[in-house]
């Protein structure tokens, strides 16, 4: 479900788009032709379950939580994100969300998708020339994201952190609704039950609590009245 993208109202009746101002500023971010040509290799692999567009969520997250860490390195981060779910696309359609349901959950699926989405990763980095350590630290994240508790080190800390954070965000609660037959409200306490204490960075803790804020919003009495 894509968000509105073009208006239904011109309630000011007058053209400002002169005024709007273009180009890159904080907020508005697109991939980079590098990121771009990960993207491409790694989208064939994310059509289960909404990981492609979960995939995008995270890495803006991510690129907002290495902007605020400098000793991060982006090129690792960044493509660490892109790739870490591709292990999925390896796994029977039909047992990919009894892998992570509540109340049980597969861990044998989960590392197996974490194995298998190193290995996709090998290959599209070593396809794109990827810088050899560079490539070695991102098959270190991407083996073991969901499983490993603790981080490996601050780049392993902002994936695991943006994976999560994309719970909280309007797509990513629409689409654990789906996952399980959950209401909105259902929906973000389970999310909020798997989030909030296990991120790893007070950037991403902070974070957390605007997105709840925003989704708890949706679900008051108040808020679904005004339609
Ligand atoms: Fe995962
Ligand atoms: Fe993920």
């Known amino acids: 479900m894509l968000p509105k993208l073009t208006p239904l109202a011109n309630h000011l009746g007058t053209d400002v788009s002169g005024s709007i101002p273009q180009g890159e500023q904080v907020g508005v971010l697109d991939l980079t032709e590098a990121h771009r040509r990960i993207w491409e290799l790694a989208e064939p692999h ?35 994100v892109l790739l870490h779910d591709t292990g999925w696309s390896k796994v029977p359609g039909d047992e990919v969300l009894q892998a992570i ?21 090998a290959d599209v980095l070593a396809e794109v020339g990827a810088d050899p350590a560079r490539t070695a630290r991102i098959i270190e994240i991407v083996d073991g994201h969901d499983s490993r508790r603790e981080a490996l080190h601050l780049d392993d800390a902002l994936m695991k952190d943006a994976d999560k954070l994309w719970r909280l965000t309007p797509h990513g609660v629409d689409t654990v609704m789906d996952w399980f037959g959950l209401t909105r409200d259902e929906a973000h306490r389970l999310i909020a039950s798997r989030v909030h204490d296990h991120l790893l960075t007070d950037a991403g803790r902070t974070m957390a609590r605007v997105l709840a804020a925003v989704a708890s919003v949706d679900v008051m009495p108040q808020r679904i009245a005004l339609g």
Request: no cysteine.
């Open 101 to 121: 349901a509540p109340g049980g959950g597969r861990p044998d699926l989960v590392l197996r998708h974490e194995k298998e989405g190193a290995l996709i990763a």
């Open 46 to 80: 994310l059509k289960v379950r909404s990981n492609d567009a979960h995939t995008l969520y995270s890495y803006g997250i991510a690129r907002a939580l290495v902007d605020l860490h400098p000793d991060a390195d982006p090129e690792v981060v960044l493509p660490a």
